[in-house]
């Protein structure tokens, strides 16, 4: 089972996503069987932030200066999951999901699920540097995603 601890630190989120920790907790019991770590102990955390801060952990972990849409930040260089592991942290700025501003609450919500499994991925070990890489994680991306897409609009 996968416990994901949410921490906001900017009021825009509050608007769109009431209850934070129980979207994503319930959001990540939604995954198809293999990401879901039954029998296991797994956690996370997720920062929920805003452009000007993650721009500011973008220049000093990857060298770009500009914000960008989520980080990851694995706990282990090679994905390995024991009975009990910390995956890493994920952060995600409100400003890029939120765009066009025009985004009912159920469209951010959809897009932030889809930034969320792709930040989710990073910390299993998956990239996209190389075209083949890319295309293995945009294949789990898509089944991630489509196990889950009509139940967004009831998740908290």
Known sequence: MIDIDVVSESNL???KIKKKSIFFNSLVRLFPKKHRFIKKRVSLTI???NN???KK????FR???KPTDVLSFPS?????IKRS???GDIIISYEFVNKPKTLNHLELKK???KIFIHGFLHLMGYDHIKLKDFKKMLKEEEKIYNSVKTKIAKIA
């Open 52 to 54: 000007k801060n993650i």
């Open 63 to 65: 060298s770009k200066n």
């Open 13 to 15: 989120w509050s608007k």
């Open 85 to 87: 592991s910390y995956l």
């Open 47 to 49: 920062l929920l932030s």
């Open 111 to 113: 897009k932030v699920v």
């Open 57 to 60: 952990l973008n220049k000093r």
């Open 76 to 80: 282990e260089k090679k994905f390995n």
